[in-house]
């Protein structure tokens, strides 16, 4: 069985940086090539895709509202997956999940099977 356990939430300034990370087990990802990405949810929205990444690595997609501001990696060796989020602004905060199992670069979460609990980052002054 997956499990995937997301930790480096918490509260920032605007402007500063933050780096989730996402520990995989029950799986390794070595052997089980599945598409990876990070999710988040602010009140009262939907659940929107904030950056995915091919099996390999290679290859990441991200929103376009977090261009150039996060990236996303993915170390199958250690059985990782990461973000690190710059230049954080308010309209980020959210809790933050980190999802896998998808067979394709797709925004839709249903697609993947696979979710972390999340975790809350706080973006404010």
């Known amino acids: 069985q997956v499990h995937l356990v997301e930790s480096g939430g918490g509260s920032v300034q605007p402007g500063g940086s933050l780096r989730l990370s996402c520990a995989v087990s029950?799986?390794?990802?070595?052997?089980?090539?599945?598409?990876m990405g990070w999710f988040r949810q602010a009140p009262g929205k939907e659940r929107e895709a904030v950056a995915l990444i091919s099996r390999g690595g290679s290859i990441p997609d991200y929103a376009d509202s977090v261009k150039g501001r996060f990236t996303i990696s993915r170390d199958n060796a250690k059985n990782t997956l990461s973000l690190q989020m710059n230049s954080l602004n308010a309209e980020d905060t959210a809790i933050y999940y980190c999802?896998?199992?998808?067979?394709?670069?797709?925004?839709?979460?249903?697609?993947?099977?696979?979710w972390g609990q999340g975790t809350q980052v706080t973006v404010s002054s």
């Open positions: 999802a896998a199992g998808s067979d394709s670069l797709t925004t839709k979460s249903s697609r993947y099977p696979y």
């Open positions: 029950g799986v390794l990802l070595t052997n089980y090539y599945m598409v």
